[in-house]
């Protein structure tokens, strides 16, 4: 069966960095993708950052290019978000995904409603002085 346990939020201030891991067991071989979703009450979920399952490709959005950086470590099946420069805007639960599905480009997995089709429970995230 699998699995994915999202790990690492809290409250943090405004500038602040933090990292965020999500370790994936069970059929982990067959991702194709994995990627992290945020979500706040009231708002749709937006895709955060998805990276490849080589790790050659990365998608991120608007609101967080430059800011933050996802990476994978297969070894330890995990994979990672890196946020520095945290913003209030920024507060939200933080879900981490995985796909066994093949789309054609990386953008795919984070944009398209059925782009994953594993998800984590999720960590909050807040930002806030």
């Known amino acids: 069966q699998v699995k994915l346990v999202e790990s690492g939020g809290g409250l943090v201030q405004p500038g602040d960095s933090l990292r965020l891991s999500c370790e994936v067991s069970?059929?982990?071989?067959?991702?194709?993708?994995l990627g992290w979703f945020r979500q706040v009450p009231g708002k749709e979920r937006e895709g955060v950052s998805c990276?490849?399952?080589?790790?050659?490709?990365?998608y991120y959005s608007d609101s967080v290019r430059g800011r933050f950086t996802i990476s994978r470590d297969n070894a330890k099946n995990t994979v990672y978000l890196q946020m520095n420069n945290l913003e209030p805007d920024d507060t939200a639960v933080y879900y981490c995904?995985?796909?066994?599905?093949?789309?054609?480009?990386?953008?795919?997995?984070?944009?398209?409603?059925?782009?994953?089709?594993?998800w984590g429970e999720g960590t909050l995230v807040t930002v806030s002085s």
């Open positions: 069970g059929f982990t071989a067959d991702f194709y993708a």
């Open positions: 990276i490849s399952r080589d790790d050659e490709y990365t």
């Open positions: 995904a995985g796909s066994t599905d093949r789309l054609p480009i990386i953008k795919y997995y984070c944009t398209t409603k059925r782009g994953m089709n594993y």
